[in-house]
């Protein structure tokens, strides 16, 4: 079968395909004039930079690179990753080779041809794992996420599940761990004469663990933690965030029952339980299945009664401020479920498109869809698509014998079940170049074709392999054709009924919607089943900071030039809600596990219009939904305290910004800690003894009420809104609003502010307001926004020009008054108490609206990889458009 030779890849693509897939020299000492490297360029301990290039010259240790992006840096082995494999060529032969090499010695030359044809060209896309570990290592998992049973309920049942999802963690696995099976909160604790501190503070171990992983691992560990509709702590789950730092490194989503649904939409009362401790059995049989207790005859525990509606009402306004916690429509999904009569489904993965029983694990593949249109036709190439399809289950099936199992139970569970999950990237390119609009009626008609079309094909394949080499060992043919699943797609397609029930069926599921955020990017196609995030945005590079398109609207660009995009191009904020929700259940209709996707909102979506969603979504078959409203996190509370405690009445928000007045704060987050340490040592530079006496005055009390002026300046990171507020006629104090509540810049821009005020307060007017200009002014960050005098370098710089105009106002007027001259780049108005006034940096119309692609659904926040502000929310996880950075691949 003949291949298609690739081009070798650019920009980006080169740097995630070189970085994370290609194989890889670990004894740089073996680099050698001709080489390709990717070599260490900025070699900063939580933002290092790669580039790509070619090694021109070698002596001894050191070495110079002619960097493909141009020029040439002089460098040192150890500073070098060495790859062996230069282009997805090389990569395709390793793999096509590496999955053959489990057939039968006489098939697997053909095999290898067939594997090869389906990667040539990224028409299959290897999950992560796969790609970076096939052929290349007998010690690297071939699977991305796993679920482990929920924890027994002791501490060595706990200190054990924590054992297991660090070992998984370190190797670069996401864990899922459903909660329910530990004790409530004040539940009695018969060995130690106590009470437990219920299973969400345990949560939080996990969640704390995973933070841990984070930051001494190679790469981010991912936790979904899950809690079912009947658990005694459910409320506290649900509100468990808008605590701050009791979970932080997870992502939540509650497990409802078709029963807790109806009790909604009925208006009836719904109890909360737990299994009696003290039944003899509790300690060898409780598992976390209120189900399977319950059918042994054993008793419960009832702990409160309350109305399902304020439960779902909770659950919808947490999501609606905050995007969590999701929801997994558990009970649906096990009636969906092929695994449904012998292997429960407890848990999803961290982006919650796999629903894995106790000891699954995901094994995850994307067909390229943006590789099937047929120019020619104007129409899908069915053949070849229904080749490819064929081709990669199989493909899927082999990695199962091909992967090394690090804990006995995943290979014990996995080969009796042998689950498989294809999914796709490229359907918004594709439906783009057919012409058709994401999301509309005609749309729907489209998914459901090709998604029926593609599940037919795999379920016909992974039989024909049965058939072959047998079917998956707790394959019961009858059982199997009673799932949910198999009624709609025998319903559908008679002859996959016939051909399981005749040849049986190699694996228990074959099809999932993953997020692929890093491949998809490397690729240069749409991720998952996502519209595009924008066709228009921005990218730092050593020639500046400019605006790019995505290729295929650079594509129609380039052949209409000056004319706007078509109707067809829809990117996902242009969408409404119900649509993110009609596309999900049209696709899930053919996925036998489920679907990582997120339906983006707008920022003044309401609440009721949430509910209405959710519930649209559980009428239309999806089996979870998440949503984000953009701007959710400016609206969520952050406490201290647990919030069915005690309340204490929240300050005002200029307050809070400066509580470090009189009284020990909370000990900052490590990167607000970075930021002060940043500031204060910027402000130490050159203080000779005249600056010393800015100091020498006593600290100025904050009084009830202050007047200032409210500045609007677009930054790299967004809007930001920059209040100062004055004392004796000078600034006293300055809070900012960048960001979402919640990320690292909002963190970031807090602590400037606290900084700034503290400086503030102290020593004479007059001086101290200058130097903090003279230092904040000019830091660069990762990119600037605008030109010449209205250039903002980062939120310092635009700090510094809040306040220059600020002093210039005062200086000129003899207080905060209205600037009036026409010229000046800012304009600064009178605050009343109860009303801040806000200034905008006043820059050209075009400017604003480009500055405007920016913001979208998720909002930029910074990319722990890169540095850059450009981490969006996109398919239920964060996704970095500047280096492919991904938190769940």
């Known amino acids: 079968m003949k291949t298609m030779q690739s081009k070798r890849l650019e920009g980006l693509s080169e740097k995630i395909f070189l970085d994370r897939y290609a194989m890889k020299d670990a004894d740089t000492k073996n680099t050698k004039v001709g080489d390709y490297v990717l070599v260490l360029t900025k070699d900063d301990p939580k933002f290092p930079t790669k580039e790509v290039g070619e090694v021109i010259a070698r002596e001894g240790k050191k070495v110079k690179v002619q960097l493909r992006s141009g020029g040439i840096v002089e460098s040192n082995i150890d500073q070098l990753t060495l790859t062996v494999e230069k282009t997805p060529d090389e990569m395709w032969d390793r793999l096509a080779k590496a999955m053959a090499s489990v057939e039968a010695p006489e098939k697997q030359q053909e095999w290898t041809e067939k594997f090869r044809y389906i990667l040539d060209d990224w028409k299959l896309v290897p999950g992560g794992r796969i790609a970076a570990g096939a052929g290349a290592s007998d010690e690297l998992t071939l699977f991305n996420c796993y679920v482990i049973p929920s924890p027994h309920d002791s501490r060595g049942g706990i200190m054990e599940t924590l054992s297991e999802m660090t070992e998984i963690m370190s190797r670069g696995g996401g864990v899922g761990i459903n909660l329910s099976s530990l004790r409530p909160r004040r539940a009695i604790v018969r060995g130690v004469n106590g009470t437990s501190s219920g299973a969400v503070s345990w949560g939080g171990l996990f969640s704390y663990t995973t933070g841990l992983i984070e930051q001494g691992g190679s790469r981010r560990g991912a936790l979904m933690l899950m809690i079912n509709d009947w658990h005694p702590d459910l409320m506290r789950f649900i509100t468990v965030k808008q605590t701050m730092g009791e979970i932080t490194n997870a992502n939540l989503s509650v497990c409802v029952s078709n029963d807790f649904m109806k009790a909604v939409k009925e208006d009836l009362d719904w109890e909360l339980v737990f299994p009696d401790t003290k039944d003899p059995d509790y300690n060898d049989k409780w598992n976390g299945n209120m189900d399977e207790w319950k059918a042994m005859g054993k008793s419960v525990i009832h702990y409160d009664t309350v109305r399902a509606r304020d439960v779902w009402h909770t659950i919808i306004e947490s999501a609606w401020k905050s995007a969590e916690p999701g929801v997994v429509f558990m009970e649906y999904y096990n009636q969906m479920s092929n695994s449904w009569y012998f292997n429960p489904i407890i848990c999803t993965n961290p982006c919650g498109e796999q629903g894995l029983p106790a000891w699954g694990v995901c094994n995850l593949s994307a067909i390229n869809l943006s590789k099937f249109y047929d120019e020619e036709k104007h129409d899908v190439a069915w053949d070849e698509l229904a080749t490819t399809v064929r081709y990669s289950v199989r493909f899927l099936d082999n990695v199962i014998d091909r992967t090394p199992y690090h804990f006995e139970e995943n290979q014990e569970n996995q080969q009796a079940e042998r689950r498989v999950g294809l999914g796709t990237m490229g359907l918004a390119e594709l439906m783009i170049r057919l012409g058709i609009r994401y999301g509309s009626p005609e749309s729907l008609e489209f998914l459901d074709k090709i ?327 000019g830091i660069g960050g990762s990119g600037g926004i605008g030109f010449g005098p209205n250039r903002v370098e980062s939120i310092a710089d635009a700090v510094a020009k809040a306040l220059e105009v600020h002093m210039d106002t005062i200086e000129e007027q003899g207080s905060v008054a209205p600037a009036v001259s026409p010229s000046a780049p800012q304009q600064a108005q009178t605050q009343a108490p109860s009303a801040p006034a806000v200034s905008e940096h006043q820059v050209p119309a075009a400017q604003e609206e480009e500055d405007d692609l920016t913001a979208g659904p998720g909002s930029l926040d910074l990319c722990t990889a890169c540095g850059s502000a450009s981490l969006v929310n996109m398919e239920g996880c964060k996704t970095c458009t500047n280096c492919g950075y991904s938190k769940c691949s």
């Not at 799932?483 to 002859?495: C, D, H, L, R, V």
């Not at 020639?543 to 191009?569: C, S, T």
């Not at 983006?600 to 999806?622: H, I, M, Q, R, S």
Request: aromatic letters at 10%; charged letters at 30%; one cysteine or more.
């Open 451 to 777: 998604y029926g079309f593609m599940a037919k094909e795999a379920y016909l394949s992974s039989s024909d392999i049965a058939d072959e080499k047998g079917s998956f060992k707790q394959f019961d043919a009858e059982k199997f054709l009673q799932s949910g699943f198999m009624k709609n797609m025998t319903e559908a397609f008679p002859e996959v009924g016939v051909s399981v029930a005749e040849k049986g069926m190699r694996n228990v599921t074959v099809i999932t919607q993953a997020p692929t955020g890093s491949t998809g990017t490397m690729v240069g196609t749409s991720t998952g089943i996502e519209p595009y995030f924008a066709f228009e945005y921005y990218r730092q590079s050593r020639l500046g900071y400019d605006k790019q398109y995505v290729p295929i609207a650079q594509e129609w660009k380039d052949q209409h030039p000056g004319e706007p995009l078509p109707a067809h191009f829809a990117t996902s904020m242009d969408l409404s809600a119900e649509d993110h929700i009609r596309v999900q259940a049209a696709i899930q209709r053919w996925v036998d596990s489920s679907i990582s996707k997120t339906a983006n909102c707008p920022a003044d979506f309401t609440v009721e219009e949430t509910k209405a969603l959710y519930e649209l979504a559980f009428d239309l078959g999806c089996k979870g939904v998440t949503i984000y409203r953009d701007g959710s996190r400016d609206t969520q509370v952050l406490s201290t305290k647990d919030k069915n405690e005690d309340k204490k009445e929240e300050a005002p928000a200029a307050e809070e910004a400066v509580k470090a007045e009189v009284k020990e704060e909370e000990a900052p987050a490590k990167q607000e800690q970075a930021q002060m340490t940043q500031i204060t040592e910027s402000l130490k530079v050159d203080v000779d003894k005249s600056t010393e006496k800015i100091f020498d005055k006593q600290y100025k009390r904050r009084p009830q009420v202050l007047s200032g002026a409210t500045y609007k300046y677009n930054t790299p990171f967004g809007m930001a809104y920059i209040t100062i507020n004055d004392l004796d006629g000078y600034p006293s104090e300055i809070f900012m609003n960048v960001g979402k509540a919640g990320s690292d810049v909002f963190a970031m821009s807090e602590a400037l502010g606290r900084v700034c005020s503290l400086f503030l307060r102290y020593g004479e007017h007059g001086q101290k307001e200058r130097l903090l200009i003279k230092h904040l002014k």
